[in-house]
């Protein structure tokens, strides 16, 4: 397992944009497959976005066209830009990672950070 710290949550206007970081610690990055998954007051967590250890992406219907997530290998970090924010968009955000390729399972998943809220409001 990997140890991930989130940063750059915060509070939004609808249609603004937030940048979401995740640093990776502990193990080959470039090893790692990296999700963003979110989680709103009782709702279940759900993934978000992904990419795989070769920039293989996938989105969530609901994000797809406004958020894009990257990696910079070179800084072991990973990214979820947001664009185009919606109040629904409001929720704990949470960085996973497995090593190689993408699930949108939160069981298939071994590392966690502790997670960044995000807040859109109308």
């Known amino acids: 397992q990997v140890h991930l710290v989130e940063s750059g949550g915060g509070a939004v206007q609808a249609g603004g944009s937030l940048r979401l970081s995740c640093a990776v610690s502990?193990?080959?990055?470039?090893?790692?497959?990296m999700a963003w998954f979110r989680q709103a007051p009782g709702k279940e967590r759900e993934f978000v976005a992904g990419?795989?250890?070769?920039?293989?992406?996938q989105y969530a219907d609901s994000v797809t066209g406004r958020f894009t997530i990257f990696r910079h290998n070179a800084e072991n970090t990973a990214y979820l830009q947001m664009n185009s924010l919606k109040p629904e968009d409001t929720a704990v955000y949470s960085c996973?990672?497995?090593?190689?390729?993408?699930?949108?399972?939160?069981?298939?998943?071994?590392?966690w950070g502790q997670g960044t809220q995000v807040t859109v409001s109308s």
């Open positions: 990419i795989e250890w070769n920039d293989v992406t």
């Open positions: 996973a990672a497995r090593l190689w390729t993408i699930s949108t399972m939160v069981g298939d998943f071994g590392s």
């Open positions: 502990g193990g080959t990055f470039s090893n790692y497959a």
